[in-house]
């Protein structure tokens, strides 16, 4: 099992789901952890789930809804270990079931800027740091969704996901920092509803796969957290 002792991970939206599985799932591998929830105080759980692994960790509390609530994120990470080795930009928000042509202009630009704009605004905070010092992985969370139009603003944001990250891992090629995006599946949580077809348990070891990743490895690429189920 490959080790990522003495790296700093950053988790958005760790205090439940699939950041909360990512987190513990780093820190079995000897990761610290800069845990983040929309309120520091709604991480207990998660600090119990990766107490027993012996990892340090450090917590940060701030919405992603706005360009000041993201900086208030950085800020956190700045006042804990000061950089990270691994950004893995998790949160996000689906919407409410809308015929495709009533959403407002105002639930568009919220879910762009919670999936997108924030995860932006993270990378060039933490990114050009990863370039100097020679080791990055930076991994979006995207979605297999397609054909549902009552859930546009999602989707289209998940596909301007996809797009940033290929851009991004051409700005990082050659410097070890490696650019990827991963589909979790549709998972059983507050974001994915009762009805998801799979467990939260299920996305791991594949949400671990852009993370450890061999140096200058693949970049750009897109993974399935499903195709590794059960490995």
């Known amino acids: 099992m490959k080790k990522l002792t003495n790296k700093w991970a950053l988790v958005t939206g760790s205090s439940r789901g699939i950041g909360r ?15 983040h929830g929309r309120n520091a105080d709604h991480l207990a759980a998660t ?3 990766i107490t027993p692994f012996g990892v340090q960790y450090h917590l940060v509390g701030g919405e992603l809804d706005s360009p000041e609530g993201v900086e208030a994120v950085i800020a956190g990470v700045k006042a804990g270990p000061g950089y990270v080795d691994i950004l893995y930009n998790n949160a996000a928000i689906n919407n409410v079931s809308t015929p495709v042509f009533e959403f407002t202009q105002a639930e568009w630009a919220r879910t762009f800027q919670i999936n997108l704009f924030s995860m932006v605004q993270l990378c060039a905070a933490f990114g050009p740091g990863m370039r100097e010092r020679g080791f990055g992985r930076i991994v979006n969370v995207t979605s297999g969704i397609a ?3 009552n859930l546009a603003p999602y989707s289209a944001s998940k596909a301007a996901v996809d797009k ?6 051409v700005e990082f090629k050659g410097c070890n920092v490696l650019v990827n995006h991963v589909d979790p599946g549709w998972i059983r949580t507050d974001l994915g509803g009762p009805d998801a077809w799979e467990d939260v348990s299920s996305v791991i070891p594949g949400m671990l796969v852009p993370v450890l990743l ?5 970049t750009g690429r ?3 957290a499903q195709d590794f189920k059960g490995l």
Do not use: M, W
Request: aromatic share 8%; hydrophobic share 35%; net charge negative.
């Open 21 to 35: 599985t990512i987190a513990k799932a780093l820190a079995e591998r000897g990761c610290n952890l800069v845990l």
């Open 47 to 49: 600090v119990a789930d």
């Open 147 to 149: 054909g549902q139009p």
């Open 164 to 169: 940033y990250t290929q851009d991004l891992s």
């Open 214 to 218: 061999d140096d200058n490895g693949p």
């Open 222 to 224: 897109f993974y399935a």
